[in-house]
Nanobody, 126 residues
Framework: EVQFEESGGGLVQAGGSLTLSCAASEFSFDEGVIGWFHQAPGKEREGISCINVERGTKYYLDSVKGRFTISSDSAKNKVYLQMNNLRPEDTGVYFC???????????????????WGQGTHVTVTS
């Protein structure tokens, strides 16, 4: 079972930026389909962005479109989420996971998806 590790969260003022990183041992992101998920306090986890690294396909939830950018770095074997113009509603825990499908209109989870990582915490103050 692949274990993903998220990092890069922190405390930032509204309008600020953060870059989250997603790494995993024994997993090649070169052919990966990776998604970023956001869980706001007291709410369910929600998929906000994904990338099919090999095809270059990307997806963004409307609420983050134009503010967040997903990217990959083959040399470092990581996927990133650049978050700009952060808002208080972006507060929460962010997770990454491998997906079955990422298209420009959405994503599909792996049927045999295992456990979530610990996530990285983001707090945006107004």
């Amino acid at each position: 079972e692949v274990q993903f590790e998220e990092s890069g969260g922190g405390l930032v003022q509204a309008g600020g930026s953060l870059t989250l990183s997603c790494a995993a041992s024994e997993f090649s992101f070169d052919e990966g389909v990776i998604g970023w998920f956001h869980q706001a306090p007291g709410k369910e986890r929600e998929g906000i962005s994904c990338i099919n690294v090999e095809r270059g396909t990307k997806y963004y939830l409307d609420s983050v479109k134009g503010r967040f950018t997903i990217s990959s770095d083959s040399a470092k074997n990581k996927v990133y989420l650049q978050m700009n113009n952060l808002r208080p509603e972006d507060t929460g825990v962010y997770f990454c996971a491998d997906l079955d499908v990422c298209s420009t209109s959405g994503f599909v989870m792996e049927a045999d998806f295992g456990a979530w990582g610990q996530g990285t915490h983001v707090t945006v103050t107004s």
